[in-house]
């Protein structure tokens, strides 16, 4: 019988994963201390939502809440994150919080992906992307000495965390790792088309298809060509995305062709992901809207918009910093495990 068809509950499986789990404790408690060390509030917010969130690729769980009054049900979701209930808590005046939260996305089962996981997500209000990477930093290193070690390990290698951490532009990256002069290929910076990226794929061998976005030609080049060097040495923010990847960032104001934002990898593992929060409403509907037809035309469905998001982003959210982290990989990394399965106290069943 292999490891992989032995039930997770026998003693000799839960065995090879028990130190792990013991492990992420320590690493939760870690991460809490850190937080009450910069005066965070820890919240918690409704997993059901109107909106699980409007990311066109992201699906979420659906389900139906029936009314005591026997009234009709009304379709809710799983969240996909808790960004939109927590920025709610910021417009009523909460200036600095965090959750650590089971969050729900489906269609996503792999090593280093799981149906449901460990979202640890917090917000500054007047905060910046630099504030973002200073607690990043320190919950990293936390993580990985509540672990009992001084670096992350990922399939065999050690990651150092002391000294600060790498910071490497999108454009930078690009130019590094592929030889593409990836803002050279941009002509409408918010909808640019893909002739010119897929003619920079194509001449350095990546395949691309004929109704390729443009998005979706600089997604393959990262994941060839990017992503296998992001964090090799020490963890690394990938900075300045292009501003048509914006999502829920807002545009930096200092250089319009990109967006406050920035993922952190470490040894090629995507750890994080950072916003200066967007506070434009119209804006928001806008892009919510671009992100809802892009939806049902490659799934034939959309979710809905929060309105009650839009309203409170009307009424004022103030400038923020925002960033969602994946706790179960930084565990994974900070014990060495394998496979997400490794750091989860029980897996969610297979289909």
């Given at each position: ?20 789990l ?21 919240v918690?917010?409704?997993a059901?939502?109107?909106s ?9 769980f ?9 009234g ?20 009523a005046?909460?200036?600095r ?17 799981h ?11 007047g ?28 399939a065999d ?6 000294g ?10 690009f ?13 409408d ?17 990546i395949r691309t ?13 990262s994941?060839d ?17 292009p ?9 930096n ?13 470490a ?24 992100d ?40 994974m ?5 394998a ?13």
């Amino acid at each position: 019988m292999s490891h992989d068809s032995i039930p997770w509950w026998r003693p000799d499986a839960f065995a090879r994963k028990r130190e792990h789990l013991l492990a992420r404790a320590r690493i939760l408690a870690a991460l809490r201390e850190t937080f009450a060390a910069r005066d965070f509030a820890e919240v918690e917010t409704p997993a059901l939502q109107v909106s699980p969130g409007i990311e066109p690729h992201l699906m979420a769980f659906a389900t139906d809440l029936e009314p005591a009054d026997g009234g009709a049900a009304r379709r809710l979701y799983l969240h996909t994150s808790p960004e939109f209930a927590m920025k709610k808590l910021l417009v009523a005046g909460m200036p600095r919080i965090f959750q650590i939260t089971k969050t729900w996305r489906n269609r996503e089962r792999s090593d280093t992906h799981h149906p449901e996981f460990t979202m640890l997500e917090w917000y500054r209000a007047g905060g910046s992307l630099d504030e973002l990477m200073d607690d990043c930093e320190a919950l990293v290193r936390a993580a990985a000495r509540a672990a009992g070690r001084e670096h992350l390990r990922v399939a065999d290698k050690d990651i150092p965390i002391d000294g600060d951490f790498e910071r490497l532009s999108v454009e930078e990256a690009f130019l590094m790792h592929a030889g593409i002069d990836l803002f050279a290929t941009i002509d409408d910076p918010l909808a640019p088309s893909p002739h010119a990226l897929r003619a920079e794929a194509e001449e350095i061998g990546i395949r691309t298809a004929p109704d390729d976005s443009w998005e979706d030609i600089f997604f393959k080049i990262s994941l060839d060509r990017i992503e296998p060097h992001l964090g090799e040495t020490k963890p690394t923010f990938l900075t300045d995305w292009p501003i048509s990847m914006a999502a829920l960032s807002r545009p930096n104001p200092e250089d319009p062709r990109v967006a406050e934002r920035f993922e952190l990898y470490a040894g090629t593992v995507e750890l994080a992901n950072a916003f200066g929060e967007l506070t434009d409403a119209a804006e928001q509907r806008r892009r919510f809207v671009a992100d809802c037809e892009k939806k049902e035309k490659l799934y034939g469905f959309r979710y809905p918009i929060d309105e009650d998001f839009l309203a409170a982003l009307e009424w004022g959210l103030p400038a923020s910093a925002g960033i969602a982290l994946g706790v179960d990989r930084l565990v994974m990394l900070a014990t060495g495990a394998a496979r997400i399965d490794d750091v989860l106290w029980v897996p969610v069943v297979e289909a």
